[in-house]
């Protein structure tokens, strides 16, 4: 158990909708990462929040959106979703303030989400 | 060209085998390299990682990374059942823990 938690396990909506995936991170950690993981695409990082700051951006959509709250859990909301928004969206949390860059990251149990 | 490039496999062996799983990356640069197993329904979580060039061994596990041929390989030794699984490579690309992933290999050790 990497004591990251995500919600909901699996997700199943139509085009055009909205959902919001949520994470808490370990106990701690500061940092929250987003990933996107596709058959076609691997896995690829989304965004990072940091203490509640928006941190770094990858290939995060217009149509997504992420925060992280004072308690420290984030949220990511998906809008307007496509069938290619299918995916499994993990969530991962690091560094509980340690301020070095390690790589590791201890990543929840994924959201898989099915857009028909 | 993407920045890590992975074989998907699959990968089938035998048990008691020797799995070598390899990744190369573009950018002559990076520093920090990880491999991280993910089980199946379940998050990737880091299994080793490496600082620059050379060898690391953790076990049956030995990572090694090739800077001049920018190229790092997962050595599994006496393979089980257990190390079922996808291998993803995976550089630290940048500050803030920025990851970026290989495509994964799957692995398929059987009895």
């Known amino acids: 158990d990497s004591g990251v938690t995500q919600t909901p396990k699996h997700l199943i909506t139509a085009t055009g909708q909205r959902v919001t995936l949520r994470c808490s991170p370990r106990?701690?950690?500061?940092?929250v990462y987003w990933y996107q993981q596709s058959l076609d695409q691997g896995l690829q990082f989304l965004i990072q929040y940091y203490n509640g700051e928006e941190r770094a951006k990858g290939n995060i959509l217009e149509r997504f959106s992420a925060q992280q709250f004072p308690d420290l859990h984030s949220e990511l909301n998906l809008s307007s979703l496509e069938l290619g928004d299918s995916a499994l969206y993990f969530c991962?949390?690091?560094?509980?303030?340690?301020?070095?860059?390690?790589?590791?990251?201890?990543f929840g149990e994924g959201s898989r989400l099915t857009v028909l | 060209q993407k920045e890590v490039e992975q074989d998907p496999g699959p990968l089938s062996v035998p048990e008691g085998a020797i799995v070598s799983l390899n990744c190369t990356y573009s950018n002559s640069a990076f520093q920090y390299f990880m491999w991280y197993r993910q089980y199946s329904r379940k998050g990737p979580e880091l299994l080793m990682y490496t600082y620059s060039s050379g060898n690391k061994e953790d076990g049956r596990f030995t990572a090694q990374v090739d800077k001049s041929s920018k190229y790092i390989s997962l050595f599994i030794r006496d393979s089980q059942p257990s190390d079922s699984a996808t291998y993803l490579c995976a550089i630290l690309a940048g500050g803030y823990n920025k990851l970026i992933f290989g495509a994964g290999t799957r692995l398929a050790v059987h009895p």
């Open positions: 106990s701690g950690d500061l940092s």
């Open positions: 991962a949390s690091s560094g509980a303030g340690t301020g070095v860059d390690t790589g590791e990251l201890f």
